[in-house]
């Protein structure tokens, strides 16, 4: 399998509960984001890594946890999150030294809803 | 001022239209300039990518930077039901890192 996979597709969760978002590439890029989309809102970038080391935390609230444990593998832990979290949360890699000529490789996103 | 601001539409036209698509941005600092195309329920994926001020042409798209007025804009030419999707303007003034995006534009060609 090629480009940016994302699961699951679609999450509804409780504000109790705890989960993961999982994303894998297979592109051979070293360096991996977390991006919230909201409804008529620019792309928040939340978190970076760059060789497998987070570079960047956007003032991202504790309820999210990102975990990078290799350069093809990042993940998004979530726990005791709030309405207002609810949103399209999509992942992205690139070649770190070569974002400007092929941009960010985007995953399909996970749906997320908190009830 | 938002650091990027585009028109969010909807913007609808009829099919074979010439379509413009527009950001403005605040910040001078800005000289990588990249177009996303993001239908319903997948990922942006991206389009065109520009550097400093000028045109780029591929196939039926067109991006122009003008940096003197902080504006860029992306011309489809014969647009298609296809086209039908959010186009999203992303920029940044380091080489790869850190790009701003717009709150995207979503566009419907009508057949």
């Known amino acids: 399998e090629t480009g940016v996979t994302q699961t699951p597709r679609h999450l509804v969760m409780g504000m109790t509960n705890k989960k993961s978002l999982k994303c894998e590439q297979h592109l051979g890029h070293n360096a991996m984001y977390w991006y919230k989309q909201s409804a008529k809102k620019p792309l928040e970038l939340m978190f970076v890594?760059?060789?497998?080391?987070?570079?960047e935390n956007n003032s991202v609230p504790s309820r999210f946890s990102p975990e990078c444990p290799n350069s093809s593998h990042l993940f998004l832990h979530l726990h005791t999150l709030q309405p207002e979290d609810s949103a399209l949360y999509l992942c992205?890699?690139?070649?770190?030294?070569?974002?400007?000529?092929?941009?960010?490789?985007f995953g399909s996103g996970t749906r997320l809803t908190v009830v | 001022q938002k650091e990027v601001e585009q028109d969010p539409g909807p913007l609808s036209v009829p099919e074979g239209a010439i379509v413009s698509l527009n950001c403005t941005y605040s910040?001078?600092?800005?000289?990588?300039f990249m177009w996303y195309r993001q239908y319903s329920r997948k990922g942006p994926e991206l389009l065109m990518y520009t550097y400093s001020s000028g045109n780029k042409e591929d196939g039926r798209f067109t991006a122009q930077v003008d940096k003197s007025s902080k504006y860029i804009s992306l011309f489809i030419r014969d647009s298609q039901p296809s086209d039908s999707a959010t186009y999203l303007c992303?920029?940044?003034?380091?080489?790869?890192?850190?790009?701003?995006f717009g709150p995207g534009t979503r566009l419907s060609v009508l057949p």
């Open positions: 992303a920029m940044s003034g380091n080489y790869g890192q850190n790009f701003v």
């Open positions: 890594y760059n060789f497998k080391e987070q570079t």
């Open positions: 910040n001078s600092a800005f000289q990588y």
């Open positions: 992205a890699s690139s070649q770190e030294s070569r974002a400007g000529d092929y941009g960010y490789t």
